[in-house]
């Protein structure tokens, strides 16, 4: 008799490694038309086209030493033995050396104070003259004081403008990658350079990078200038083309059943398993922030180019998150983050609010489900007997603390998870709501069911046993269902697509979102987006933008393997809606 052991053991480790890798490499053969010699070399070309955009920001701080050997008025003539590394719209800052620093216990010369002169600007290099301006500080403090451009990094806003989102983060990425930048996103959208640089000074950055693009049938021309923050002096402008096929490329690059091409703005790989997400202005600053939970961890970026993080907090008796939400229920111009979760066969729901600089703890309810319910919040009692148990009611903020409102009608069996309420353009009212069998459903005014979807919708991944007297009895399950979200007057729902028609047990090699409409008659149907890689999650809505947490099929990223990165992970969605 063969047994087989339930987990695997560290030192068994690198062989699953290598059924993960070899069953991957089978699955991309299979998904996959292979990438011929051609490819490679389009790749490897616009690639490099970017490269030469990247060489020249570079180009303009490198770590640079030299001194002043003359000086007339403001200009002055420079000499260095890295002149290579050198070229007209540098900046150097200038100083001169101090008196000896020495270390208080050893009293050894740690080396000199350096004080600060001001700064020069390369204006001219002919033969083995080097030529410059003094841009600020007194003339006559220059002569031989030593000039350098610091190894430290380079802080950079960069701002993208009309370019394509993929074709934008790749080369962010290469910026990122050299090691010299510090970049800084920004979430104005305006060609004004002058608005630009106001923005650089609020976030102390150095220098604007600005891109912009022109489309043609075949290629787009990618325009890169750099101005210093300082003075809006522009340094640099380089245009280089880019082929339409490699920006298509870049539209998959997420991989192994992404994106649908040109839906996407943004896509994340995030380093930890996340199940749920919410956007919420959590500091009333008006800016939108991003709510991610992973275990009993809750997480808040600022979307950008890339993810910021600014705040992380632990929810107490917590292993795993049920709901998230946001709502301002206090009216106080700032979301509070709603949140039930689950700690072995407990139930518990919090609000947590932003103070200072962190989250302090508003609400907490044991054997409580909560979520957001028009502008203010809905609650159902929790048993371990029936999951759900009795009505719904609405849990009202009043002075200070929260309390428990009157029930929402409802059609039966609708449970807190279940439904979200729709108008007509009549001024119908009616109740759109999940069956535990995945099916949606139609409820008039009066609970009667007037339609349902013409087919299930992937089943829900968060099921739990009701809990029994006796081993012998099952009393089946509760779900938490895949959330509702209403736009325009339109309800928005998940659907997942098994890798094999119906066998859902093989995972899902694809979601999509699909929008519902009641016309005061019939249910229409549409398609807002399709093709998002993998298991669809969780979504959120925040004007003209969706976005959504998927699993990769088989909870791993193929093509991570073969770059020798992480399998592992959730991927974050950034889609746009616009015109949709």
Same mark, same amino acid.
């Given at each position: 008799?063969?047994?087989?052991?339930?987990?695997?053991?560290?030192? /068994?480790?690198?062989?699953?490694?290598?059924?993960?890798?070899?069953?991957?490499?089978?699955?991309?053969?299979?998904?996959?038309?292979?990438? /011929?010699?051609?490819?490679?070399?389009?790749?490897?070309?616009?690639?490099?086209?970017?490269?030469?955009?990247?060489?020249?920001?570079?180009?303009?701080?490198?770590? %640079?030493?030299?001194?002043?050997?003359?000086?007339?008025?403001?200009?002055?003539?420079?000499?260095?033995?890295?002149? *290579?590394?050198?070229?007209?719209?540098?900046?150097?800052?200038?100083?001169?050396?101090?008196?000896?620093?020495?270390?208080?216990?050893?009293?050894?010369?740690?080396?000199?104070?350096?004080?600060?002169?001001?700064?020069? =600007?390369?204006?001219?290099? +002919?033969?083995?003259?080097?030529?410059?301006?003094? $841009?600020?500080?007194?003339?006559?403090?220059?002569?031989?004081?030593?000039?350098?451009?610091?190894?430290?990094?380079?802080? @950079?806003?960069?701002?993208?403008?009309? @370019?394509?989102?993929?074709?934008?983060?790749?080369?962010?990425?290469?910026?990122?990658?050299?090691?010299?930048?510090?970049?800084?996103?920004?979430?104005?959208?305006?060609?004004?350079?002058?608005?630009?640089?106001?923005?650089?000074?609020?976030?102390?950055?150095?220098?604007?990078?600005?891109?912009?693009?022109?489309?043609?049938?075949?290629?787009?021309?990618?325009?890169?200038?750099?101005?210093?923050?300082?003075?809006? +002096?522009?340094?640099?402008?380089? *245009?280089?083309?880019?082929?339409?096929?490699?920006?298509?490329?870049?539209?998959?690059?997420?991989?192994?059943?992404?994106?649908?091409?040109?839906?996407?703005?943004?896509? #994340?790989?995030?380093?930890?398993?996340?199940?749920?997400?919410?956007?919420?202005?959590?500091? &009333?600053?008006?800016?939108?922030?991003?709510?991610?939970?992973?275990?009993?961890?809750?997480?808040?970026?600022?979307?950008? @180019?890339?993810?910021?993080?600014?705040?992380?907090?632990?929810?107490?008796?917590?292993?795993?998150?049920?709901?998230?939400?946001?709502?301002?229920?206090?009216?106080?111009?700032?979301?509070?983050?709603?949140?039930?979760?689950?700690? !072995?066969?407990?139930? /518990?729901?919090?609000?947590?609010?932003?103070?200072?600089?962190?989250?302090?703890?508003?609400?907490?309810?044991?054997?409580?489900? $909560?979520?957001?319910?028009?502008?203010?919040?809905?609650?159902?009692?929790?048993?371990?007997?029936?999951?759900?148990?009795?009505?719904?009611?609405?849990?009202?903020?009043?002075?200070?603390?929260?309390?428990? !409102?009157?029930?929402?009608?409802?059609?039966?069996?609708?449970?807190?998870?279940?439904?979200?309420?729709?108008?007509?353009?009549?001024?119908?009212?009616?109740?759109?709501?999940?069956?535990?069998?995945?099916?949606?459903?139609?409820?008039?005014?009066?609970?009667?069911?007037?339609?349902?979807?013409?087919?299930?919708? &992937?089943?829900?991944?968060?099921?739990?046993?009701?809990?029994?007297?006796?081993?012998? %009895?099952?009393?089946?399950?509760?779900?938490?269902?895949?959330?509702? #979200?209403?736009?325009?007057?339109?309800?928005?729902?998940?659907?997942?697509?098994?890798?094999?028609?119906?066998?859902?047990?093989?995972?899902?090699?694809?979601?999509?979102?699909?929008?519902?409409?009641? /016309?005061?008659?019939?249910?229409?149907?549409?398609?807002?987006?399709? =093709?998002?890689?993998?298991?669809?999650?969780?979504?959120?809505?925040?004007?003209?933008?969706?976005?959504?947490?998927?699993?990769?099929?088989?909870?791993?990223?193929?093509?991570? $393997?073969?770059?020798?990165?992480?399998?592992?992970?959730?991927?974050?969605?950034?889609?746009?809606?616009?015109?949709?």
């Amino acid at each position: 008799m063969i047994t087989i052991k339930p987990k695997i053991k560290m030192q /068994n480790a690198k062989l699953m490694y290598s059924i993960i890798l070899i069953f991957s490499i089978c699955i991309l053969h299979f998904n996959m038309q292979p990438v /011929n010699a051609q490819t490679k070399e389009l790749k490897a070309k616009q690639e490099a086209s970017l490269n030469v955009l990247k060489n020249e920001a570079l180009s303009y701080f490198e770590p %640079v030493t030299g001194r002043v050997i003359a000086v007339n008025g403001k200009s002055i003539k420079i000499s260095s033995d890295m002149q *290579k590394s050198i070229k007209p719209g540098m900046r150097f800052h200038a100083i001169k050396e101090g008196v000896n620093f020495i270390h208080p216990v050893t009293k050894e010369p740690l080396g000199k104070i350096e004080i600060p002169v001001g700064g020069i =600007e390369i204006t001219e290099i +002919k033969g083995d003259e080097i030529s410059g301006i003094i $841009i600020h500080g007194k003339p006559e403090d220059f002569l031989n004081a030593k000039i350098k451009i610091a190894g430290t990094k380079i802080k @950079v806003l960069f701002y993208q403008g009309n @370019v394509d989102w993929f074709l934008g983060d790749a080369y962010y990425q290469m910026l990122k990658d050299s090691g010299r930048f510090e970049l800084i996103d920004t979430g104005i959208e305006t060609n004004d350079i002058q608005r630009l640089v106001a923005e650089a000074k609020t976030k102390g950055a150095e220098v604007v990078l600005s891109l912009n693009s022109e489309d043609f049938t075949d290629h787009i021309n990618l325009t890169q200038k750099l101005f210093y923050v300082s003075d809006s +002096k522009q340094l640099s402008e380089k *245009k280089v083309p880019v082929n339409i096929a490699y920006v298509k490329e870049l539209r998959f690059k997420s991989g192994f059943f992404g994106p649908k091409e040109g839906e996407v703005l943004l896509s #994340f790989q995030l380093p930890f398993g996340a199940r749920h997400i919410a956007v919420g202005d959590l500091d &009333g600053d008006g800016d939108p922030d991003i709510i991610i939970a992973s275990g009993d961890s809750i997480r808040v970026y600022r979307p950008g @180019v890339d993810l910021k993080l600014l705040w992380e907090f632990k929810v107490p008796s917590t292993s795993e998150v049920l709901w998230l939400d946001t709502a301002d229920t206090n009216n106080n111009k700032k979301d509070e983050i709603i949140i039930t979760s689950m700690y !072995g066969e407990d139930v /518990n729901s919090y609000i947590y609010e932003l103070k200072d600089s962190g989250f302090v703890q508003l609400y907490k309810s044991k054997d409580t489900f $909560i979520r957001k319910f028009g502008n203010g919040i809905a609650a159902q009692e929790y048993t371990k007997n029936n999951g759900y148990d009795g009505p719904v009611f609405s849990l009202i903020y009043s002075e200070g603390t929260y309390k428990k !409102g009157g029930a929402i009608k409802l059609p039966e069996g609708v449970n807190i998870y279940d439904f979200q309420p729709v108008n007509s353009s009549d001024g119908k009212q009616a109740i759109l709501s999940w069956d535990d069998r995945g099916y949606l459903n139609l409820y008039n005014e009066k609970g009667l069911r007037i339609w349902i979807s013409k087919e299930d919708f &992937g089943g829900f991944s968060a099921k739990f046993k009701r809990q029994s007297p006796t081993i012998m %009895v099952d009393r089946g399950e509760w779900s938490v269902k895949d959330r509702l #979200f209403v736009k325009s007057n339109e309800v928005l729902a998940p659907k997942r697509k098994p890798l094999f028609g119906m066998a859902k047990g093989l995972g899902y090699k694809s979601s999509e979102i699909r929008s519902f409409w009641w /016309n005061g008659i019939t249910v229409e149907e549409r398609g807002l987006l399709e =093709e998002i890689g993998g298991e669809i999650l969780d979504y959120a809505v925040v004007g003209d933008r969706l976005i959504a947490l998927s699993k990769p099929l088989f909870g791993i990223r193929a093509q991570n $393997i073969l770059k020798g990165e992480s399998p592992f992970g959730t991927m974050l969605y950034i889609f746009s809606l616009k015109g949709r």
